[in-house]
């Protein structure tokens, strides 16, 4: 993912240490090798919506995620978006090992959500640090097993669900996440999320109001009388 044109951190010490909290399994490599690719890697500061990485460029560094969200998605020819899958602090990007593993371009988008922090290794340091580091490589390896495995029940549930009763789990979890009553959210970014269309978003979003499950204002969601969608209390 490209460090352009994000800012480098203040505070590397609380940022390694971070690291650490998030990755505790990194704590047991103590050789020289990893020692010295620690030391070379960048902490790095994003604001919200920053396009880290776009589908057919070169992946040049391997990105561990310190705060914040980052949303992976495909676009078709038509410009709609698709969700793959987000990465939270601690998690692994699934596109960067693939891409960097198999010196193949970025095959996704990547964008920030919120502020993020992260620290990246160059491509070089990455592929020495799976050749040196146990601790490194079984870290890489358990995040792949777990990333391919959230992306297996999201494509269940693509194939699977009915997509009313998925926008409406979508929703629940929103809520949910949010802790609160409202979300600021548009019909687009539901649809993104869904791969589908705003107009299909519209519409099933008009049928949940019509069951009072939810209340429609522009550019929010408020939820009603009737809380029966999944996650709502």
Known sequence: MS?????????????????????PQLAEEQSSDW???LDRAQ????????????????????????????????????????????IASGDVCLMSLNSLIHDRPFRANAKSETNISMILFSAEDFHKAMKVSDAF????????????????????????????????CLLGRLFERAGSDALDITHQELSQELGT???????LLKKLEQQECIVLKRGKILIGENKQMPGII
């Open 43 to 86: 902490i790095m500061d994003a604001p919200a919506d920053t396009a880290l990485a776009t589908a057919g460029t070169n992946c040049a560094n391997f990105m561990l995620l310190l705060d914040g969200a980052v949303r992976i998605y495909q676009d078709d020819e038509n410009g709609r978006e698709m969700t793959l899958y987000r």
């Open 137 to 168: 490589r079984m870290l890489i390896l358990s995040s792949l097993v777990d990333t391919v495995c959230t992306m297996v029940q999201s494509f269940y549930d693509t194939a699977f669900e009915p997509l009313d009763m998925r926008l409406a």
């Open 3 to 23: 460090a352009n044109p994000l800012l480098a951190t203040e505070s590397r010490s609380s940022s390694l240490s971070l690291l650490i909290t998030l990755f």
């Open 197 to 203: 269309t705003r107009e299909v978003v519209s519409r």
């Open 35 to 37: 020692k010295c690719i």
